[in-house]
């Protein structure tokens, strides 16, 4: 079982930025990969930005050159970076992470932190 708690999350003008944190209850070296997701009023969730093993990094078209997903793994902790905020941007945003365990792999969520990006 992995725990993840999620912080970072607030009300922030348009143009202003945002820093999300993922505390995971494992070490990092143990997980497959980690990544953002976001869900909008009435939307789908969706994938904003991974990071894997490698640390090879993806984004989401909409936020490509505005967020940058990193990894401390002295902290187990994965952070979002989030710049040039937009008002489309305002989301509840979840941590999730998978790890492969005795054959099976697992997805892991946090409880989810609220961004929103209003004037």
């Known amino acids: 079982q992995v725990q993840l708690v999620e912080s970072g999350g607030g009300l922030v003008q348009p143009g202003g930025s945002l820093r999300l944190s993922c505390a995971a209850s494992?070490?990092?070296?143990?997980?497959?990969?980690m990544g953002w997701y976001r869900q909008g009023p009435g939307m789908q969730r969706e994938l904003v930005a991974g990071?894997?093993?490698?640390?090879?990094?993806n984004y989401a078209d909409s936020v490509k050159g505005r967020f940058t997903i990193s990894r401390d793994n002295a902290k187990n902790t994965v952070y979002l970076q989030m710049n040039s905020l937009k008002p489309e941007d305002t989301a509840v945003y979840y941590c999730?992470?998978?790890?492969?365990?005795?054959?099976?792999?697992?997805?892991?969520w946090g409880q989810g932190t609220q961004v929103t990006v209003s004037s």
């Open positions: 990071i894997n093993s490698g640390s090879s990094t």
């Open positions: 494992v070490s990092l070296f143990s997980l497959r990969a």
């Open positions: 999730n992470v998978v790890r492969t365990v005795l054959g099976g792999t697992f997805d892991y």
